[in-house]
């Protein structure tokens, strides 16, 4: 829906062909352009004030229709999955930010350009409409939630900017998971 120029270009390098709708969409109009696959970018917005973009994101986890959310689209991921948002009281701003991948335990020197964070559980597993969701990636300066996967859906989202094309590409891989979703491999 909104989308960084990088981004698309992230995704074409892994095959995937990528349409850019806007935020009014509705998942019918997704559908019309033959999407396998539902990413949501970075945004500016309020997620608390955003109910069209998770609504539809919704409706896509309930098809069973593979996400990736960046940023943004982090923050409507979880609210999407029934967890509160909140304004941080210092953004996360700038480049060379470190975030554990709990799914690999590997840390990530990242870019960071957010002000609000998903209010999920970093200690265990949550159970959600959609099924267990955990927290897949944590800010180590403050503990701030910075990724989600839904274990039971084809779904996982990201607070930071893995797309950041002057910052660090530790975090590129994901859209290789991306990629791996869409084929049906992950």
Sequence with gaps: L???ANTPRMLAVRGVE???LPATATLDDVLATGAR???FSNGPGDPAATTGQVDLLREALERGIPYFGICFGNQLF?????FDTYKLTYGHRGINQPVLDRTTGK???TAH???FAVDAPIDAPASTDFGTVEVSHVCLNDDVVEGLIARDTRA???QY?????AGPHDAAYLFDRFAELLEGRG
């Design 18 to 20: 990528t349409h850019v």
């Design 113 to 115: 350009n957010h002000g």
């Design 161 to 165: 900017h893995p797309e950041a094309a």
């Design 37 to 39: 696959g539902l990413f």
């Design 78 to 82: 979880g609210r999407a999955l029934g």
């Design 156 to 158: 996982f989202s990201v």
């Design 2 to 4: 909104g989308i960084k």
């Design 107 to 109: 840390v990530e020197v």
